[in-house]
């Protein structure tokens, strides 16, 4: 199975910050990795497909980038309805393994 | 529009079975894969398995092998997860979700919360 590693685990930021979140796959996966937004109560919401494509309806401070075993989602500006939850996920493979997410929080 | 809307919640006693439901709307049944997910009060999400809804074809993961089932009925539109020998550490939401063109899961149902107490 493909191991999915996210860091950090958790973030503290205030409105208006640039954001980072690092996920790293335990081999090469190309780009077969998705983004996932969840808020507290919600189903998860796809942010990005194919480490960079922007779903359609999200937000273009959203952006994701990277291949083979790295990858990055920056939120550019953090809005108040950013503060949530996320997940990488791996489509390479099954099982489709999921990060063990990073909570955003507010400052 | 385009949705999965699952069934209620479900409360079950250790050892007994669930099962699930995810009705399709808005969108051809058996033109996109139908995976479902776990999550645990307070964990992370941890997918179970899939179906093909098409062929019936299913894959599940090696942790569930043996205790779960993903059938599918293409007269309503509707997969259904069940699982059986249920445990407390079973108690989660679980949800379904359309895995789109490009492999990701586009579209989610609601969730339905299974709660596993003697």
């Known amino acids: 199975d493909i191991q999915m590693t996210q860091s950090p685990s958790s973030l503290t930021a205030s409105v208006g910050d640039r954001v980072t979140i690092t996920c790293r796959a335990s081999?090469?996966?190309?780009?077969?990795l998705n983004w996932y937004q969840q808020k507290p109560g919600n189903a998860p919401k796809l942010l990005i497909y194919?480490?960079?494509s922007l779903q359609s309806g999200v937000p273009s401070r959203f952006s994701g980038s990277g291949s083979g075993t790295d990858f990055t989602l920056t939120i550019s500006s953090l809005q108040p309805e950013d503060f949530a939850t996320y997940y990488c996920?791996?489509?390479?493979?099954?099982?489709?393994?999921f990060g063990q997410g990073t909570k955003v929080e507010i400052k | 529009q385009v949705q999965l809307v699952q069934s209620g919640a479900e409360v079950k006693k250790p050892g007994a079975s669930v099962k699930v439901s995810c009705k399709a709307s808005?969108?051809?049944?058996?033109?996109?894969?139908i995976h479902w997910v776990r999550q645990a009060p307070g964990q992370g999400l941890e997918w179970m398995g899939l179906?093909?809804?098409?062929?019936?074809?299913?894959k599940y993961a090696q942790k569930f092998q043996g205790r779960v089932t993903m059938p599918r009925d293409t007269s309503i539109n509707t997969a259904y997860m069940e699982l059986s020998r249920l445990t407390s550490d079973d108690t989660a939401v679980y949800y379904c979700?359309?895995?789109?063109?490009?492999?990701?899961?586009?579209?989610w149902g609601q969730g339905t919360m299974v709660t596993v107490s003697s």
């Open positions: 194919a480490a960079s």
């Open positions: 179906i093909n809804p098409n062929t019936g074809d299913t």
């Open positions: 808005g969108y051809t049944f058996t033109g996109h894969y």
């Open positions: 081999q090469s996966i190309s780009t077969f």
């Open positions: 979700a359309r895995e789109s063109l490009w492999p990701a899961f586009d579209i």
């Open positions: 996920q791996q489509s390479y493979s099954t099982p489709r393994t």
